[in-house]
């Protein structure tokens, strides 16, 4: 096989008038493969070596099924020498299909019968009405026709080709190809020529022997895409905006490995509970143990945990200091809820009424589905304050999911672990015409406000969701991995509109 360039460019090298017809021919009459060839034109089209002139050619190709036909003879008469072998007794569908194949029988059992070459007696077996050399296999004669013409549409009638056509026996293929001619900077050895100056050519002259490429000096550069915003990243921004003109702080939530006894014994969660098992949180080998917490606080905890207080009993079990430390990745964004609280407990001055926020990532040892992933990212909100009760949660709850056009709630009563009374969040949506759960909430149980310092009459009401959901339904999202994770299509992040929420004063007016 020689060097596509050195062929073409000898091919050309006979007179000015040289030319190459046809890139295809020329590539198979060469020993070359047409894809090279044609890369290599370009290229010299490029440099203004050649000038190419576009070819389109259509034929047709036969199928595996036709290339069968062409060897062995059609399905029809596959059959009809079946049915002529088994004489005047005929076969039964059945036996036919044991002779000839099932795919055959179908195939040519029907076309017989069209052609009127065999008859169904009326205890169904087919006979043949005709002889072998009263008929002639048309369909495989002008498949023959056809691939002797090059596959040429004009070899073959209309009519012909719509008839194979519908039997799927041909199809149509259009082939690109080129005609070469010199161009005005033909030569028949090709010099690369330099993109760039260089101190090396400067330095050494080579500058004033080098060919250059032209330089086009009105050409724009590519534009720069710039950063785009993640959807979710959207929604949170908007859902930060609504929080903080509520009167909301955000949380420092930057620190995703925490120690077992924030994450889980500060919220009063024993030490035997479900979601502290290894097939539900994901904790870390290296360092495995956290090294500090308060001491004087760790040890209320403790004593909340073995022997209860704040008029409870505790859950009356040894504390074990060792999966107090264990080191995890953060479960949910209320480990950093319970730090802020007891900061807020024990700062100097004294406790002063408060309200937080955070949004960030979470890490659950889930099995991922399309409304499930291993991590996600939790919107959290708490009220610190004196006297609160469950009215003041549910009114906080109302305005929050109104600021993002939500009017319609219910709550169901539910359990958590810390929180007592705890509610589940129904809102109706009104694509799904159905209630779905968005959120949960709850008033912190005294045995786990109690150890931090905060006086008795403090009430901290807390409410939660995810980042995801809300994103899914804004954006017509069905699968939570097409939104977020290694599948996400950076160009549904490109063109996601902003996100906006329309209150429900908005939505009222627009009706």
Same mark, same amino acid.
């Given at each position: 096989?020689? +060097? ?22 020329? !590539? ?142 041909? %199809? ?13 900077? /033909? ?16 330095? !050494? ?22 950063? /785009? ?29 925490? !120690?077992?006894?924030?994450?889980? +014994? ?36 403790? *004593? ?32 950093? !809820? ?19 926020? %955070? ?7 889930? *099995? ?17 304050? /004196? ?31 810390? *929180? ?19 959120? @949960? ?37 069905? @699968? ?14 490109? @063109? ?16």
């Amino acid at each position: 096989m020689s +060097d596509p360039e050195s062929a073409i460019l000898a091919a050309l090298s006979a007179s000015p008038e040289a030319t190459i017809p046809d890139t295809y021919t020329f !590539s198979s009459t060469h020993n070359l493969d047409h894809n090279q060839v044609v890369g290599v034109s370009k290229s010299l089209e490029g440099d203004a070596y050649v000038k190419l002139t576009e070819l389109s050619t259509s034929f047709f190709v036969l199928g595996k099924e036709a290339d069968s036909i062409v060897n062995d003879g059609s399905q029809e008469m596959c059959v009809l020498a079946a049915l002529i072998e088994a004489g005047e007794g005929g076969l039964s569908m059945s036996d036919l299909q044991g002779l000839v194949g099932k795919d055959v029988c179908k195939i040519g059992m029907g076309n017989c019968l069209k052609n009127k070459w065999a008859k169904k007696e009326k205890d169904g077996k087919l006979v043949a009405v005709v002889k072998m050399e009263d008929v002639k296999d048309e369909v495989r004669e002008l498949l023959q026709q056809l691939k002797e013409g090059g596959g040429d549409p004009k070899s073959l009638d209309d009519k012909d080709v719509t008839a194979l056509k519908r039997r799927k026996l041909i %199809s149509l293929v259009t082939r690109k190809s080129y005609s070469i001619v010199r161009g005005p900077s /033909y030569s028949s050895t090709r010099v690369k020529r330099a993109a760039d100056l260089t101190k090396e050519m400067l330095d !050494s002259g080579k500058w004033k022997e080098t060919p250059f490429k032209e330089y086009n000096f009105k050409t724009l550069g590519e534009s720069v895409g710039g950063g /785009y915003l993640h959807p979710l990243l959207k929604v949170r921004a908007e859902f930060r905006k609504i929080l903080m003109e509520m009167g909301f702080h955000e949380m420092p939530t930057n620190k995703w490995v925490e !120690s077992s006894f924030w994450n889980f +014994d500060s919220l009063f969660q024993p030490q035997s509970h479900p979601a502290r098992d290894a097939h539900d949180t994901f904790f870390i080998k290296e360092p495995a143990q956290t090294v500090l917490v308060p001491e004087e606080y760790y040890d209320k905890v403790k *004593t909340m945990h073995e022997v209860g207080g704040s008029g409870s009993i505790g859950y009356r079990y040894d504390f074990k200091r060792e999966e107090a430390f264990k080191n995890l990745l953060r479960t949910h964004t209320t480990a950093v !809820s319970s730090q802020m609280l007891y900061k807020l407990a024990n700062q100097k001055g004294g406790f002063q009424p408060a309200r937080y926020f %955070s949004i960030d990532r979470v890490f659950r040892n889930e *099995t991922m589905d399309a409304t499930h992933l291993c991590e996600f990212h939790q919107v959290e909100g708490l009220v610190a304050d /004196y006297n609160l009760s469950l009215g003041d949660l549910i009114g906080t709850i109302e305005t929050f999911f109104r600021k993002i056009g939500i009017t319609k709630l219910r709550f169901k009563p539910a359990f958590n672990p810390y *929180t007592e009374p705890s509610m589940e969040i129904f809102g109706y949506h009104p694509d799904l015409k159905k209630w779905t759960e968005i959120g @949960n909430s709850g008033m912190f149980r005294p045995e786990m406000l109690a150890p931090m310092g905060l006086p008795d009459n403090v009430r901290v009401i807390a409410w939660g969701l995810s980042l995801e959901r809300p994103t899914m339904i804004k954006y017509r999202i069905d @699968n939570i991995r097409n939104l977020f994770g290694h599948k996400v299509d950076l160009g549904m992040t490109k @063109n996601a509109p902003v996100c906006r929420f329309e209150t429900a004063e908005e939505e009222e007016q627009k009706q």
